[in-house]
């Protein structure tokens, strides 16, 4: 079945480690995105990649870092920078050369501090 | 600034009943909206959308209408189910080609 798959689903940081969280589609999908979310809120955006081997900023980059070297994945380092990581990280996907195509997600990493 | 909100938090139904879930958005330029339900420990799911040249759009069990004029969608879903228990966002483009913006979700609960 075509979707967007996120592993691990639950993940647990050290304090001072990077961690990096996954995402693979095969929707063929050029556009690929990582939210955070966090309780009473809505999703913000973390990065987004158009195409291959590029990326840009979202909202709240700083203490994240992504790659994007193959269009089927797009992976999300939370680096030892971000100092609040505690959130559920949601990837998304989409088309595209239209606006008006909606994104698809992923089922989530949890990440909690120990 | 511009943002997208909720009116209501939580909406609590019966079985059977129909159910409105209302969004405000602040931003003139938005031209596509979108209604994600999300249950707990999932990511959010599609489920219908609208561009701003329509004023309504149907899905199965689902309608959503976009009053422009008071920059206002809501999502209606018909004869609701346990099943329809979560929580339900809007998003609205922002008149961007890659950017959503979300609302922080309304609650639904239906009572059997």
């Known amino acids: 079945d075509g979707g967007i798959t996120q592993s691990p689903k639950y993940l647990f940081r050290k304090e001072g480690q990077n961690v990096t969280l996954s995402c693979e589609q095969n929707?063929?999908?050029?556009?690929m995105y990582w939210y955070r979310q966090d309780p009473g809120q809505g999703l913000r955006l973390i990065y987004y990649?158009?195409?291959?081997?590029?990326?840009q900023k979202g909202d709240i980059a700083e203490g994240y870092s992504v790659s994007r070297e193959k269009k089927e994945s797009f992976p999300l380092t939370v680096t030892s920078a971000q100092k609040n990581p505690t959130a559920f990280y949601l990837c998304a996907s989409r088309r595209w050369g239209d606006s008006n195509q909606p994104q698809h997600f992923g089922d989530g990493t949890r990440l909690s501090i120990l | 600034g511009e943002s997208v909100g909720l009116h209501l938090p939580t909406l609590s139904v019966q079985e059977g009943d129909n159910s409105i879930i209302n969004c405000a958005y602040s931003?003139?330029?938005?031209?596509?909206f979108i209604w994600y339900k999300q249950e707990s420990g999932k990511g959010p799911q599609f489920i219908i959308d609208i561009r701003s040249n329509m004023d309504k759009r149907q899905g199965q069990r689902v309608t959503v209408l976009l009053n422009k004029t008071v920059k206002h969608l809501s999502l209606q879903i018909a004869a609701t189910q346990p099943g329809d228990s979560a929580v339900y966002f809007c998003?609205?483009?922002?008149?961007?080609?890659?950017?959503?913006?979300f609302g922080k979700g309304t609650l639904l609960t239906v009572n059997p």
């Open positions: 998003a609205e483009n922002g008149g961007s080609n890659y950017k959503l913006t």
């Open positions: 931003n003139s330029a938005s031209d596509y």
């Open positions: 929707l063929n999908h050029d556009a």
């Open positions: 990649s158009q195409i291959v081997n590029d990326f």
